[in-house]
């Protein structure tokens, strides 16, 4: 079943012709009010040019108490998170004296794709057997068998890995899971595949397929985030793979001699820099709502998981 996707409401300022629509305003206070509207809307960073516009770095708003990494992976005093601007808000803010609404809506998760906050999605949920939960997006085995498999079309060659989604079926039964493995075709858009552990917290394994709701969550728990250079890399040719991040990663980004380079990224969850361009150098990281990251001084360990002190802000 393919999986319902709501528009976030959005208001728009209508400038509208024709006699009796501003009867009785003198030109003058409503040029001036048009102006307040205009001169609101780039303060604020939500007008066309500030949808998806992102703080630096090192601006307020990042996480205290955390900062660059060093080689041995303990963290320095600077903060090295920053959150977007304009996220989270009404979906319109009326000024009482102008009369103009502020919208909101695109900037909420601009670089989102297929699976976006605050969409319910609908499908079905199935079963597999997990082992040790590894799966394509090659995290490697957990503890933890609250996971999931996203099917093909959702999974968008591994931007959906590590998210989480809070599944609800019709018995009012709910759980959160992260996804780690891909559900290949037939899976249908909006299924999720989830370990036979995940299952059985919704329904009994012999029901099979059950009639679910899912949706994207930014949660609490996540510590900070871990890096992990792919095995074989080095200053000629390196992958990068992010891992334990609360929220989608949408970009991973290196720094060359030319400046950040953004990295293509692989069906299986690793940023390629496939003539070593920026391999063993600072590391820039960005989740769905715009939110960066940028990690420095990590070493290029192949196989390891460095932890970074590190972490997105929850949404």
């Known amino acids: 079943m393919r999986g319902t996707r ?3 409401p959005q208001s728009r300022r209508r400038r ?3 006699r ?7 030109a003058a206070l409503l040029a001036v009010g048009v102006l307040a509207c205009l001169a609101a809307a780039l303060l604020s960073g939500r007008g066309p040019s500030g949808a998806g516009r992102v703080v630096a770095a090192a601006q307020a708003g990042a996480v205290p108490g955390v900062g660059p990494v060093t080689e041995s992976g303990a963290a320095g005093s600077a903060s090295a998170a920053a959150r977007p601007s304009g996220t989270r808000t009404p979906s319109a803010l009326r000024s009482a004296s102008t009369g103009c609404a502020t919208a909101a809506g695109s900037a909420v998760a601009p670089l989102a794709g297929r699976i976006k906050p605050s969409v319910t999605y609908h499908g079905v949920a199935t ?3 997990a082992a040790n939960g590894n799966g394509s997006c090659l995290f490697g085995p957990t503890s933890d068998l609250m996971i999931a498999a996203m099917n093909y079309t959702d999974y968008e060659s591994s931007k959906a890995c590590g998210a989480y989604v809070l599944v609800r079926a019709a018995n009012g039964a709910s759980l959160t899971v992260r996804i780690v493995n891909e559900c290949p075709l037939p899976c249908a858009p909006g299924q999720l595949d989830l370990s036979q552990q995940a299952f059985a ?4 394994l012999s029901v099979g397929r059950l009639q679910i709701t899912w949706t994207l969550l930014s949660p609490a728990w996540p510590g ?4 992990r250079y792919q095995t074989g890399s080095s200053r000629w040719w390196c992958g990068i793979q992010v891992i334990g991040h609360r929220n989608p990663v949408a970009l991973l980004e290196v720094r060359t001699a030319g400046g950040w380079r953004r990295l293509p990224r692989t069906d299986y969850n690793y ?5 070593g361009s920026g391999c063993g150098g600072p590391i820039r990281i960005t989740d769905i709502y715009g939110q960066q990251l940028t990690v420095n001084g990590l070493a290029l360990r192949p196989n390891v998981a460095q932890p970074t002190g590190v972490r997105f802000a929850r949404h």
């Open 6 to 8: 709501h528009a976030a």
């Open 16 to 18: 509208e012709r024709g």
């Open 20 to 26: 009796g629509l501003v009867t009785g305003i003198p």
């Open 127 to 129: 079963a597999y057997a």
């Open 201 to 204: 917290r919704l329904a009994n």
């Open 224 to 227: 900070p985030l871990s890096l």
């Open 271 to 275: 940023f390629v820099s496939s003539h």
